[in-house]
């Protein structure tokens, strides 16, 4: 089986951005680290960029480009609105969840 990441924006519900890629093609710090970038072009202004890399707790500081991680799948999102979602998906298209564990 051949799985790839497939990378989507959504403005709203409306999805402006989806590419595939090839799993081996990018780590998930890379994957981590464009959600950022594709986040932070989309829909903030410089000052919000900078305060997303600031040191928390400080005055400028904010998580608009917190990237997050679904626990039941290789799945990770960045942004509010817009905002954009990597997931690892089979040859079908659909999201790779993990075994539950009993």
Partial sequence: MKCN??????DSSTKIFEITVAVGQMTDNQIEQMLKTLA????LDYGE?????AKRRTK????LLAVH????SATFSCGTNPYFVASIVDDD???IRYPKMS
């Fill in 40 to 43: 932070a072009k989309a829909g």
């Fill in 69 to 72: 991680r679904e626990s039941e």
């Fill in 93 to 95: 298209g659909k999201v």
């Fill in 5 to 10: 990441w497939r990378i989507c924006g959504y």
């Fill in 49 to 53: 960029i900078v305060g997303a890399y």
């Fill in 60 to 63: 400028i500081a904010n998580d």
